[in-house]
């Protein structure tokens, strides 16, 4: 009897998760899945069960056989799987907009992946992570983590470091990049190579191979001029340091604003948190607008409001991943994997995001030309704060993590930072056992407004 492939999907009551549902209906001829199980938490269950609702829809209009499984047990749905997907958001919206409004009130950047917001986020994050690939060693082993709970390279590498599964990490950043160069160049999807290379949220495009020509700088002409398709939704339209790219020879990815521009972002989050709220405010309201949508019993399609979203196309690159591991398609994609060398300068077994080939054995990542010696300081200097922040979240060490957020170039240090840090682990408590001895050996940083 063919083997029933089985997909799970951890934060299945994502509000992205009918782009997934969209992306393995488009991919159903070549990745035939008999399983779909959503798996979420008790505060998820009223979403995860909309989400399953509207999937059935979709796929039913399609005539597909693909049985849709809800469940709050996560073992259960984990039980000989094949591919895991795992896209939750640790401590919901309510924690993305804590670490953005903490930021902000200790005078840093407050976003959900950079800063003292991405510290937050992965010391939320990767514990859980590391406790669903103990499931998965424990109830399938052979299957494959595809990571796109943010901050993807973090949460990567803290599986790559410290279990057995076969991870890869995701992010819808490069897609938006491939998207925008092809409409560029008039390229249609496959009729050219994209080279990337960096880390999660922190790559530059280092390669356009189109027609026997390499036109990146055609590319970074048009971005320049001010025609710049390759910005995700959440960021919102912003003007580069035209002095600082013209003679960059590579196209750095739109969060590279938060670092060569750092004072303006700064300004323009306290701006809007002052006015329609916080990123994670705006979004929390637009959630709501969207599971409405979702209920309608008539709606059997992705709606286009889930275009508005930041991590629009995510899908793309989990049902390509997907299909492209299993049919050993070695497509080029662009995956958080183990370094290898791909970029010299950073260790081999640090997580990085670069342009792979995908085999049926996973990512083969595409070595990059050494970066200029200025851009591959910040990538070292971002990927010692990272492997830092992977160890204070996975110990609980504080020095370790005071030791990564002084690396990073958008993190206030000093007073400011242990004020920051204190408030974010009170502010967490729920969300960050492992700080909790923090809060019983240290009464002041208990007491709120201190
Ligand atoms: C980007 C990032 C994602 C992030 C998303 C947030 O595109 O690549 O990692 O989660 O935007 O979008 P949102 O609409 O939730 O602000």
């Excluded at 709606?299 to 049919?327: F, H, V």
């Excluded at 504080?398 to 682990?425: C, F, H, M, Q, S």
Aim: include cysteine; charged fraction near 25%; glycine fraction near 8%.
């Amino acid at each position: 009897m063919n083997h029933k492939l089985k997909v799970v999907v951890i934060g299945g009551g994502s509000s992205y998760t009918p782009e997934l549902i969209e992306g393995l209906i488009n991919r159903y001829h070549e990745f035939p899945i008999a399983e779909l199980w959503l798996v979420d938490i008790e505060a998820g269950k009223e979403k995860v069960n909309i989400i399953a609702e509207l999937a059935q829809r979709m796929i039913q209009k399609k005539g597909f056989n693909i049985d849709v499984k809800v469940t709050l047990d996560r073992r259960l749905a984990l039980e000989n799987a094949d591919f895991v997907c795992s896209q939750f958001r640790a401590g919901c919206l309510d924690g993305r907009i804590r670490d953005e409004r903490i930021s902000l009130k200790y005078g840093m950047i407050g976003q959900e992946t950079n800063g003292l917001g991405g510290f937050a986020n992965a010391c939320r994050t990767i514990p859980i992570t590391l406790d669903i690939c103990k499931d998965m060693e424990e109830l399938c082993p052979d299957a494959w983590l595809l990571n796109f709970t943010n901050p993807s390279g973090m949460v990567t590498e803290a599986v790559l470091k410290y279990t057995d599964i076969k991870a890869v990490g995701l992010c819808n950043v490069p897609v938006i990049m491939e998207k925008g160069i092809a409409q560029i160049i008039g390229a249609g999807e496959g009729e050219f190579i994209m080279q990337v290379a960096g880390l999660n949220h922190m790559i530059w495009v280092r390669k356009i191979l189109h027609k026997g020509a390499d036109k990146l700088n055609l590319v970074m002409n048009e971005i320049l001029n001010g025609n710049d398709p390759l910005v995700p939704a959440n960021i919102p339209p912003f003007e580069w340091p035209k002095d600082l790219l013209k003679d960059m020879g590579m196209i750095p990815c739109a969060y590279l604003r938060y670092y060569y521009t750092s004072d303006d972002i700064m300004k323009q989050e306290q701006a809007e948190a002052d006015g329609e709220g916080t990123r994670g405010e705006v979004v929390k309201a637009m959630e709501k607008r969207l599971f409405d949508i979702y209920k309608n019993p008539d709606l059997a399609e992705k709606p286009k409001e889930l275009e508005k979203r930041g991590g629009q196309y995510y899908s793309e690159a989990a049902c390509e991943l997907m299909t492209s591991i299993y049919n050993d398609k070695r497509t080029v994609m662009h995956v958080n994997t183990r370094n290898h060398g791909a970029i010299s300068g950073l260790p081999d077994d640090c997580a990085v995001e670069v342009s792979s080939i995908i085999t049926k054995s996973g990512p083969l990542p595409l070595n990059v030309e050494p970066f200029p010696d200025d851009t591959l300081r910040l990538i070292q200097l971002m990927k010692a704060y990272e492997t830092l922040t992977v160890e204070a979240a996975v110990k609980g060490d504080l020095v370790a993590a005071k030791r990564g957020l002084i690396l990073n170039p958008i993190v206030n240090t000093g007073t400011i930072l242990d004020e920051a840090l204190a408030e974010t682990v009170r502010e967490n408590s729920d969300d960050m056992p492992q700080f909790r001895w923090i809060l019983e050996q240290n009464p002041t940083v208990n007491r709120a407004g201190e």
